[in-house]
């Protein structure tokens, strides 16, 4: 028997592993399976080269509860150690380990999450239990060794009897802890972390129908037929999946495994992912995993299911950021690297040049996935662009490459359904839409009901009118209009038509001006200056008389500063103004003129700015109701 003190220079470790690992304690496990899978992953590499003269078999990863005991037990048929490895690994090498992390991290604890990396692995097991046992026994046929360790920096080394190759870790559970006996929360934690380890993981037994027999059926002498039931045999219960998708060639891989695969990720989404993305390189990074692109909405903040983050199939978070370019966090599926350099803060994590050529290659793949799924079916794509826009819309203004690639297959959809390209719609709208300083006008509405009239007056003119309707979508254009020649957005009710794509032709007034300076004095009484800007334009007689407009450039900056960014909050400060415009040329506007009572204009000038409101959507209340009595009385 060899007993001794571990070598500690940090005062009281094991109360600050306890202490320090607080809120991370479930992760004790993670690592102890952790250690085992590459224990028996090892042994697999030793078999294969010639190096270990035993057989591999179909080793597997057991973890048992001892409730009575208050006792949890992992247990491998990997490598094992010597009583001698016990001692250097153990004894020296992990410990050493923790002692550095503790060393390095002990003031900042937002960064402990990821704790295996810094040899700590098998420490962690304090910080549940009151006491830890290994009983091992090597691959190289050496008498097993049996260390006993309490907490404190004494340990027992003595021999025992083992006869199997491997490794069996005993948790002596504190009454802290106790929730690490209860069979609900490992399989819970099991399911997290260890969904996806490459070595089979063993948790209990269960009852499934024998394989190997059939019931047979008999009839009575009324004909009546009976089938035995199934018979039941008991086999190891195996939690996990150790050859998920993502692990595999997309060769060997269908649309259904792919589709199987997101349901194993994802057992509470019911919808389908409207296509997925297989990441799959190994230079100058090794980087595997499967992206899926679900069903989105224009809320930017749902995000339900995560991507999540394995290393070597070991899960370890799902927070991304840092390493998935932004707009892409509102995807889903799994990145698997050995490259990422997990132990260290996320601001070095941004810095660092792995994680920045990892970040830029997904950017390429996914933009290069969207370009072949257009071009190999632009149908299918037109009929999920609302379900994806969100993501390329927020891609194109947060990725310079991916603004770059994305012209050859981001959408631009009209208020009729057609759906150009950037270099169709330019061709299609060239002719009719440039203005008298030979600036392309791209006319678009948000909303088909809200904004219907101003869309009718735009297609009388045989324009083509956009449905940009995403909250992003004031950011795109303002990136738009910077990076290409000689355009400009407008949606159609920032002006009357001829106003917005002005051409060299003007457009006469009825009205002299007397006539026009009466009207505008007139209106000026009536109009609430606080609220509107009255403008006196000539345009076609059938046009609207009155119509409400917003400037764009306004409305486009409240937007933007809704949305985060776009200038100061002087914007979003700034009570709703809105344009009055008057058609002088309308009928309607020479009767208010000739109108001879003061009473009767006023009423004919509020019923007009009424209506004009009730078409914008800005008429509401006590407004709304006087509106509807007044006009039931015209109507009388």
């Known amino acids: 028997m060899t007993k001794g003190n571990i070598n500690v220079s940090v005062e009281n470790i094991f109360p600050l592993i306890k202490k320090f690992l607080y809120s991370d304690h479930e992760i004790f496990l993670r690592e102890l399976i952790s250690n085992a899978t590459d224990a028996t992953l090892k042994l697999k590499h030793l078999t294969n080269i010639g190096d270990a003269k035993v057989e591999y078999g179909n080793p597997q990863i057991e973890v048992k509860i001892d409730k009575e005991g ?106 802290d802890d106790k929730e690490f006996l209860e069979e609900t929360r490992i399989r819970e934690l099991l399911l997290k972390y260890n969904k996806f380890m490459p070595v089979p993981i063993k948790f209990g037994t269960k009852e499934i129908n024998d394989p190997d027999f059939t019931p047979k059926t008999t009839k009575d002498k009324d004909g009546k037929e009976t089938t035995e039931p199934h018979k039941q045999i008991t086999v190891d219960n195996i939690i996990n999946n150790p050859n998920p998708a993502w692990t595999k060639q997309p060769a060997d891989l269908k649309d259904e495994d792919y589709s199987n695969f997101y349901r194993e990720l994802y057992p509470m989404q019911f ?197 940009l309707d995403s909250p992003i979508v004031s950011h795109l254009m303002q990136k738009l209009e910077t990076s290409k020649e000689k355009i400009s957005f407008a949606r159609v009710d920032a002006d009357h038509i001829d106003k917005i794509i002005q051409k060299d032709e003007t457009k006469i007034s009825k009205l002299d001006e007397e006539q026009t300076k009466t009207l505008d004095a007139l209106l000026k009484e009536v109009i609430p200056s606080e609220k509107f800007v009255v403008q006196l334009e000539p345009m076609d007689s059938d046009a609207a008389p009155f119509m409400i407009t917003q400037p764009e450039f306004m409305r486009r900056m409240k937007e933007m500063q809704a949305t985060g960014g776009g200038g100061m909050n002087m914007f979003g400060s700034m009570p709703e103004m809105y344009n009055l415009v008057v058609n002088t040329n309308s009928p309607l506007v020479g009767d208010i003129l000739d109108t001879k009572t003061k009473k009767k204009q006023e009423r004919l000038i509020n019923q007009s700015l009424d209506l004009a409101r009730l078409s914008q959507g800005l008429l509401k209340g006590e407004e709304l109701t006087n509106f509807i009595k007044r006009s039931y009385e015209m109507i009388k």
Request: proline share 3%; charged share 30%; aromatic share 12%.
């Open 271 to 467: 919808e389908e992912p409207l296509f997925n993305i297989h990441l799959n390189v190994d230079y100058p990074f090794n980087l595997t995993g499967i992206l899926y692109f679900p069903k989105m909405t224009n809320d930017l903040n749902i995000q339900k299911d995560k991507i999540q983050l394995y290393q070597n199939q070991v899960f370890v978070t799902d927070n991304v950021e840092g390493i998935v370019p932004e707009f892409l966090t509102m995807l889903r599926g799994v990145i698997d690297s050995p490259d990422i350099p997990l132990n260290v803060s996320r601001s070095y994590l941004q810095a660092d040049g792995a994680v920045k050529k990892i970040s830029s290659y997904i950017t390429r793949k996914v933009a290069d996935k969207l370009k072949s799924l257009f071009n190999n079916n632009r149908e299918d794509f037109e009929a999920k662009w609302n379900d994806i826009k969100i993501v390329i819309e927020y891609g194109m203004l947060s990725e310079e490459k991916f603004f770059e690639k994305a012209d050859a297959f981001v959408l631009y959809p009209t208020v009729d359904g057609t759906y150009y390209t950037y270099e169709e719609l330019f061709n299609k709208i060239k002719a009719k839409q440039t203005d008298k300083d030979d600036k392309l006008v791209i006319l678009y509405a948000s909303n088909k009901d809200e904004q219907h009239s101003y869309i009718e007056a735009a297609k009388a003119k045989g324009y083509e009118v956009l449905l």
């Open 70 to 175: 208050k006792k949890l037990h992992i247990i491998d048929q990997g490598l094992g150690m010597t009583a001698d490895e016990v001692e250097k690994y153990i004894n020296q090498v992990a410990f050493s380990g923790a002692e550095e992390f503790l060393d390095k991290y002990k003031d900042s604890a937002k960064d402990s999450g990821i704790i295996g990396h810094f040899g700590l692995g098998f420490y962690s097991a304090f910080m549940v239990a009151e006491k830890v046992e290994i009983i091992t026994k090597s691959y190289k046929g050496e008498t097993a060794a049996h260390w006993t360790c309490d907490g404190s920096p004494e340990f027992t080394l003595v021999e025992a009897d083992k006869k199997e190759r491997g490794t069996e870790i005993i948790l002596h559970i504190t009454d």
